[in-house]
């Protein structure tokens, strides 16, 4: 069945930098299109970035562009966010997802980014 484990999560000041990672299994990674979202205790999970199956397009939200980098490897089947400038309002739970797994209903366990001021 699908799973996503990212990790990669931490604890940084304001302005430093985290790389997420995602390993993904249980379905056809390399002909999946791949998302970030992350999500603050109380608010609906916020969609960061897509990145398409090859990587040759993504889409990031307005809050992350320039700052924040989507990658993937599809030899791997791991998908990577690249966190650069980051801000306390960057602190959330960050979970990668698939439209197959929205679809089943299926999160991972999500990883903890802490920004501090």
């Known amino acids: 069945q699908v799973q996503l484990v990212e990790s990669g999560g931490g604890l940084v000041h304001a302005g430093g930098s985290l790389r997420l990672s995602c390993a993904a299994s249980?379905?056809?990674?390399?002909?999946?299109?791949m998302s970030w979202y992350r999500q603050v205790p109380g608010k609906e999970r916020e969609l960061v970035v897509t990145i398409t199956s090859a990587g040759a397009s993504t889409n990031y939200a307005d809050s992350v562009k320039g700052r924040f980098t989507i990658s993937r490897d599809n030899a791997k089947n791991t998908v990577y966010l690249q966190m650069n400038s980051l801000k306390p309002e960057d602190t959330a739970v960050y979970y990668c997802?698939?439209?197959?797994?929205?679809?089943?209903?299926?999160w991972g366990q999500g990883t903890q980014v802490t920004v501090s001021s």
């Open positions: 997802s698939t439209p197959f797994a929205r679809s089943v209903g299926y």
């Open positions: 249980g379905f056809l990674f390399s002909r999946s299109t």
